[in-house]
């Protein structure tokens, strides 16, 4: 646990780029030293980050001018993604293949119901009933590095409980026109809640065509999981002239031989009667590994989709292990360019993980909408500024598993050293004035 004194020079440096999105000076600092917080503190609430700041000659701010200049303070909010992903963009233009991967996660408040987007419901990868709000993202990534360039909060809506209610409710007639018209209230409000509520698919429609019509990734391509793929985000892509590949649930339907039957039967079909026509398929992931499958391959017709290209894959070369099911409008691409572009689908959840463990995604305790949306926009910010620090790969035998490559633990380390420097900093200047240990150690630890 480290005081903050002031803002690292690495994360000043880069939050520079963001200096014209901010009104007053003393909001800037806030939001540098809310992002140093985000980064190096081990409490990633609010509260937590302003405990460890250090403030000059003694002046006192309070946690509340804290929230309020990064949460309530009218800085341009709402322009802080869009510039986030044109500056990001500087680090893929000629620098090789990548691709915009679109994915969702649940981010978990167990102790936060009412936190903007929190609801009570299933989770179905912890397997049991939790509180969490359900995060679109949509993130950039080659083969050296990954950026979270949008981040959506889905607000949920209890249609079907009140739906119930009406149900419920409902009468043959009424007696007089105030009970009419309160029941004819309560129908509008459920009409506009249905409105007003939108899907995961449909938001990540929305998160797409913003970031086409802002044109900073022309050469990228799309990869996502079945979660959030849907007709219309597809031809939203095939008309932005791009490609795109996901991941194919087995209960899809596709044309197979004039018939239409689900793909996991078409599969079972392949293995036991002609497991010659799974190849081995030889190609290089993401982080440059070469891997080994057996798949199979053919342009057919899926239901709503027309013709599209689907991948059977095998990970065993006895066809054992379950297969996975790949699809892509590319009609021309091979089995093992189809591998490749899928496996640039895995930053999203290299993001997820750091947004969660590293950047206070499911540690903030903000409940308004706009405090959260701020909140989980400068987690992209952070992490974007962590891999723009300039450094040396370590040779330490500590990091061996590194194998020469700069880690985001690294990063995380390099500023913890620049807060440490500056904590010096600030108790030799004490000592200088002829301060006494107890005095330096209460402005840096208040009792």
Not at 126 to 153: P, S
Request: net charge neutral; aromatic share 10%.
């Amino acid at each position: 646990m480290l005081p903050i004194t002031q803002i690292p020079a690495s994360i000043l440096e880069g939050l520079q780029d963001y200096r014209e999105l901010f009104c007053r000076d003393a909001g800037f600092e806030h939001i540098g030293r809310y992002l140093t917080g985000l980064i190096v503190s081990p409490n990633q609430t609010l509260q937590g980050i302003h405990d460890l700041q250090v403030w000059c000659d003694g002046v006192q701010v309070s946690s509340r001018a804290m929230h309020e200049a990064v949460f309530e303070a009218g800085w341009q909010s709402e322009q802080l993604m869009p510039h986030h992903r044109k500056r990001v963009s500087v680090n893929y233009q000629g620098k090789g293949r990548h691709t915009l991967s679109i994915d969702w996660t649940y981010a978990h408040h167990p102790r936060g119901f009412e936190i903007y987007g929190v609801r009570n419901g299933f989770d179905y990868a912890k397997g049991g009933y939790g509180r969490f709000q359900t995060v679109l993202t949509a993130t950039v990534a080659n083969a050296k590095r990954q950026d979270g360039i949008e981040v959506e909060i889905q607000q949920p809506a209890e249609l079907p409980k009140e739906k119930a209610y009406l149900k419920a409710t409902a009468g043959q007639d009424y007696d007089n026109r105030q009970a009419a018209c309160e029941r004819l209230l309560e129908l509008l409000h459920y009409q506009a809640h249905r409105q007003a509520y939108r899907k995961i698919t449909e938001i990540a429609v929305d998160v797409v065509r913003q970031i086409e019509d802002e044109g900073h990734f022309p050469d990228a391509d799309y990869a996502f999981d079945n979660g959030v793929l849907s007709l219309n985000l597809t031809r939203l892509i095939e008309e932005r002239d791009k490609y795109w590949t996901s991941e194919l649930e087995a209960s899809r339907h596709i044309n197979w031989r004039g018939e239409w039957h689900r793909i996991d039967e078409v599969a079972a079909e392949l293995k036991e009667q002609h497991p010659q026509s799974f190849r081995r398929i030889e190609y290089q992931t993401r982080a440059g590994e070469t891997t080994v499958g057996w798949g199979f391959s053919k342009a057919v017709r899926l239901k709503r989709y027309g013709k599209k290209r689907i991948l059977i894959v095998h990970q065993e070369e006895d066809l054992s292990d379950k297969p996975r099911f790949l699809v892509t409008n590319a009609l021309h691409w091979e089995a093992k360019r189809i591998l490749t572009s899928w496996s640039y689908r895995w930053p999203s959840e290299l993001f997820h993980e750091f947004s969660k463990q590293s950047a206070g995604f499911e540690a903030a305790q903000v409940r308004k909408k706009e405090a959260v949306k701020r909140h989980v926009r400068l987690s992209c910010v952070a992490q974007t500024l962590l891999q723009d620090l300039t450094m040396l790969a370590s040779t330490s035998e500590k990091v061996d598993f590194a194998e020469g490559q700069v880690t985001q633990g690294q990063r995380v380390r390099k500023v913890c050293r620049e807060v440490l420097s500056g904590v010096l900093a600030f108790a030799q200047q004490a000592f200088n004035a002829g301060k006494t240990t107890a005095q330096v150690l209460e402005a840096l630890m208040p009792a």
